[in-house]
C-alpha cells in the first residue's frame, strides 16, 4: 500500500498561482508514476499531470500544459503541482495519485488511472 497526503491548496483570485505538495510513503517501490488529478462539482475526474519517478518525465494535460509544472523531490517522496495563471475553470479538488506505469509511461489523458490516491486538496479560484 502507498500513502498519498496532499497540502497546499487554498483559495485565489484568478491569475494567481498555488503550488500543491503530496508526500508519499509506504510501499514506494511499487510505484513509478505520481501524478495529480482534479474534479470539479457535477464533472468527471480528470487527469492533471503526471511524472516518472526514474527521471523527470513529465505529462500534462492539453488544459493545463504552459500553465502548470510537475516537479519532484525523490529524497522527500514528494511531488509538487506549481500552478501559475491559474482560471475559474481550474477550481477542483485535487487528487496526488501513483502507481506503476508499463514502460514508465506515466501519462494522464482519459483512459489512464492510477492505484492510489490522497484524501484531496480543494482549489478555488475566483474571478
Known amino acids: 500500500q502507498v500513502k498519498l497526503v496532499e497540502s497546499g491548496g487554498g483559495s485565489v483570485e484568478s491569475g494567481g498561482s498555488l503550488r500543491l505538495s503530496c508526500q508519499s510513503s509506504?510501499?514506494?517501490?511499487?510505484?513509478?508514476?505520481l501524478g495529480w488529478f482534479r474534479q470539479a462539482p457535477g464533472k468527471e475526474r480528470e487527469g492533471v499531470a503526471g511524472?516518472?519517478?526514474?527521471?523527470?518525465?513529465?505529462y500534462y494535460a492539453d488544459s493545463v500544459r504552459g500553465r502548470f509544472t510537475i516537479s519532484q523531490d525523490n529524497a522527500k517522496n514528494t511531488v509538487y503541482l506549481q500552478m501559475d495563471k491559474l482560471r475559474p475553470d481550474d477550481t477542483a479538488v485535487y487528487y496526488c495519485?501513483?502507481?506503476?506505469?508499463?514502460?514508465?509511461?506515466?501519462?494522464?489523458?482519459?483512459?489512464?488511472?492510477?492505484?492510489?490516491y490522497g484524501q484531496g486538496t480543494q482549489v478555488t479560484v475566483s474571478s
Open positions: 495519485a501513483a502507481h506503476w506505469g508499463t514502460a514508465g509511461i506515466c501519462a494522464v489523458e482519459e483512459g489512464y488511472d492510477y492505484t492510489y
Open positions: 509506504g510501499d514506494i517501490e511499487s510505484i513509478n508514476c
Open positions: 511524472i516518472y519517478t526514474g527521471r523527470d518525465m513529465e
